[in-house]
């Protein structure tokens, strides 16, 4: 039974990127300085070190194949910490723009063209999640784990978890203007130590993902420009 449900995606998938190449689009991602994790930081309970976020900047992407998403850094300061100090932050669910770790917006660009002013409507996006861990002047535990990707235009709160190339990502399918795709974000980040090198906060957008339903399992598949991916998860009884 296994061998014949990997056959199976297999197939789909193939099918999945020979059906989205034909069909490329493109789309612009513009990341918003607006929450509170971009204006003031988010600080350990001590006060003594702050992480912030730096949105990145815009970026016209196609999710044929596949599509990396830059939505910017993240970076650790010592404000007066002297002592190991621990993070415990916590966005909430659903969280307000202020609260999200991430805001960011998504439109089609009907043209195609790199660079092109002209958009579709704008479908608004929050990543929610927790900032954990502890962070002193020479080690740090600190770690983003996101366990939300909202689309709030379209009304999905995203929380699929999913493996591309190695790393974990939490995220789901949804529509563009209309255009179906699959969005996510990095699952965890770990944070440097403070006035160490910035953290990435990292995404991906590709074709949507094909769930085949079967009793006890689901499976996902992703395309990519470096193949299949394939993730089994078999349901406890």
């Keep these: 039974m296994k061998k014949s449900l990997l056959t199976l995606l297999a197939a789909a998938a193939m099918g999945v990127v020979a059906a ?55 970076g650790v300061s010592n404000t007066g910490g002297t002592t190991t100090e621990a993070f415990n932050y916590n966005s909430g669910s659903p969280a307000t723009t202020a609260s999200a770790l991430v805001h960011f917006e998504a439109q089609q660009v009907p043209s195609g063209i790199v660079g092109d002013p002209t ?42 978890v999913f493996v591309v190339n190695g790393n974990n990502y939490v995220g789901g399918n949804t529509s563009i203007n209309g255009i179906p795709v699959f969005i996510g ?28 339903p079967e009793p006890g399992t689901y499976a996902m598949l992703a395309g990519s420009g470096f193949g299949i991916l394939l993730l089994l998860k078999r349901r406890r009884a």
């Design 185 to 212: 974000v990095r699952r965890t980040i770990p944070l440097s130590v403070p006035g160490g090198n910035t953290s990435s906060y990292e995404g991906v957008l590709t074709a949507p993902l094909q769930v085949v």
């Design 20 to 74: 989205g190449a034909s069909n490329a689009q493109l789309f612009r991602f513009t990341y918003l300085g607006d929450t509170d994790f971009t204006t003031a930081g988010i600080s350990t309970t001590g006060g003594g070190y702050t992480a912030s976020f730096t949105p990145g900047a815009p970026e016209d992407v196609s999710p044929v194949p596949f599509s990396n998403l830059t939505l910017g850094l993240v």
């Design 119 to 160: 958009g579709g409507q704008l479908v608004d996006f929050i990543v929610e999640g927790t900032l954990s861990g502890t962070e002193d002047i020479a080690t740090s535990t600190a770690l983003i784990t996101d366990f939300v990707l909202r689309d709030r235009t379209n009304g999905l709160a995203l929380s699929s």
